[in-house]
C-alpha cells in the first residue's frame, strides 16, 4: 500500500479547521499532515501548536518556514516548546521561499544556497542541545545553546526546487520538500540528484505537496484546479520548472495578460494538458494511477494539496485506491 500525507494550508483553512482534519487524517490512515506557512496567510507555527495539541502519536510537517522570517534560534525554540510535552513527530521543513518576501532583506538573499548552508549548521547543532561556537559568513555565535530540553530531535528538511539547493539538501538535511508546481518530467530529472544508495534512499525522504483536485467527472475536476494553477504559475518569480516545461511559451503569455489585468482571457489559456502537466486532477481512478507512477523513488511520500475539494473525501478516496 502507497501511504500518502495531505497538505493543510491557511490559505484555505483556519487554525481550528486545521486541528480537526489533522486528527480526521490521522484516524482516515493518512501517513502525515503537512502545514505550510505563507506570509500573507495565517501563521504556520501557530497553527501547527493548535494541530500539535489536537492529535496524537502522528507526524505533523512544517513545509516550510522561511528561513528570512524566522533567525535559528527563533525557530529553534519555536519548535522546541511545541514537541516538549507532544506525543506527535515533527518534521522541520525550512527554504528560502518567495523571491518577493526577501526584497530588502541584504546581501543573503543574492547568496540563498550560502545561507541556507550556514543555516542548516545552526538549526541543527541548537536542536541538538548541544553548547556550541559556530564561525560564519552570516552567522557567528559563542557558546550558544538552546536552553529548552527536546525529548526528541525533530528532522529537518529542506523546500527547494533548483538542482543546486536539492543537492545541499540531499548532503545537509533528512529530507526534500518539493515545490507544489513539480511537473513529473522535472521529478525525473532531479532523480539524479538524490541519494542514490538504498541505505541512503531510506534514510532520505523526498516530500511532494502537488495540486490535487478530485471529481466524479473529469472535467470538472479539472476546471477547479485551473484557477490556482494560473495564480501558482503566474506569481513571482518564474521557476525553473516553469522554464523547463513544453509550457513556457504559453505561460509567458499568459503572465502577460495578468499583469494587464486581463483574468478571464488568462484563465482561458489553461488548457487540461497544463493541468495534467502541473498537478494530479480527475477522478479517484485517475488520481490513484498517477500517484502509483510516482511512487518508484525509494523513500518517497506524495502529499495531497487539496484544491476546492473536501480533504478528508479526497484523502479517504484515495486511500481505498491505493
Known amino acids: ?76 525554540s519555536s519548535v522546541a516548546t511545541l514537541i516538549e510535552k507532544s506525543s506527535n513527530q515533527l518534521i522541520v521543513g525550512v527554504g ?21 548552508s550556514e543555516y542548516l549548521d545552526v538549526l541543527s547543532k541548537l536542536l541538538n542541545g548541544r553548547r556550541f561556537t559556530f564561525r560564519g559568513t552570516f552567522y557567528r555565535l559563542v557558546d550558544a545553546q538552546l536552553r529548552i530540553p527536546i525529548r526528541q530531535v525533530p528532522k529537518i528538511y529542506v523546500g527547494a526546487t533548483g538542482e543546486r539547493m536539492i543537492e545541499l539538501a540531499s548532503r545537509k538535511a533528512q529530507g526534500l520538500i518539493l515545490n507544489g508546481a513539480l511537473s513529473f518530467e522535472y521529478f525525473d530529472k532531479i532523480k539524479s540528484i538524490l541519494p542514490k544508495r538504498d541505505a541512503e534512499r531510506s534514510n532520505f525522504q523526498v516530500v511532494w505537496p502537488f495540486a490535487t ?19 501558482l ?26 499583469a494587464r489585468g486581463e483574468y478571464i482571457q488568462a484563465l482561458q489559456l489553461i488548457s487540461d494538458e497544463v493541468v495534467d502537466y502541473f498537478s494530479i486532477s480527475g477522478t479517484a481512478e485517475t488520481c490513484a494511477r498517477r500517484i502509483r507512477d510516482l511512487s518508484s523513488w525509494g523513500n518517497f511520500l506524495p502529499v495531497l494539496y487539496p484544491v476546492k475539494t473536501d480533504p478528508l473525501l479526497m484523502l479517504r478516496s484515495l486511500i481505498k485506491k491505493l
Open 1 to 76: 500500500m502507497i501511504r500518502i500525507g495531505i497538505s493543510l494550508s491557511g490559505r484555505e483553512f483556519n487554525a481550528n479547521e486545521i486541528a480537526h482534519y489533522s486528527e480526521e487524517a490521522r484516524r482516515a490512515g493518512a501517513a502525515s499532515v503537512w502545514l505550510p506557512s505563507v506570509p500573507e496567510f495565517r501563521d504556520g507555527l501557530e497553527i501547527a501548536n493548535r494541530a500539535m495539541a489536537s492529535v496524537h502519536n502522528f507526524t505533523i510537517g512544517l513545509s516550510v518556514v522561511s528561513i528570512y522570517s524566522r533567525s535559528p534560534l527563533s525557530l529553534a
Open 96 to 116: 528560502a521561499g518567495d523571491p518577493k518576501w526577501r526584497i530588502g532583506l541584504g546581501s543573503q538573499v543574492d547568496r540563498p544556497i550560502a545561507f541556507m
Open 213 to 231: 483536485s478530485l471529481a466524479a467527472d473529469e472535467k470538472n475536476a479539472k476546471r477547479k484546479v485551473k484557477p490556482f494553477l494560473l495564480s
Open 233 to 258: 504559475l503566474t506569481s513571482g518569480k518564474v521557476s525553473p520548472i516553469v522554464e523547463a516545461s513544453p509550457f513556457f511559451p504559453i505561460l509567458k503569455k499568459i503572465g502577460k495578460q495578468m
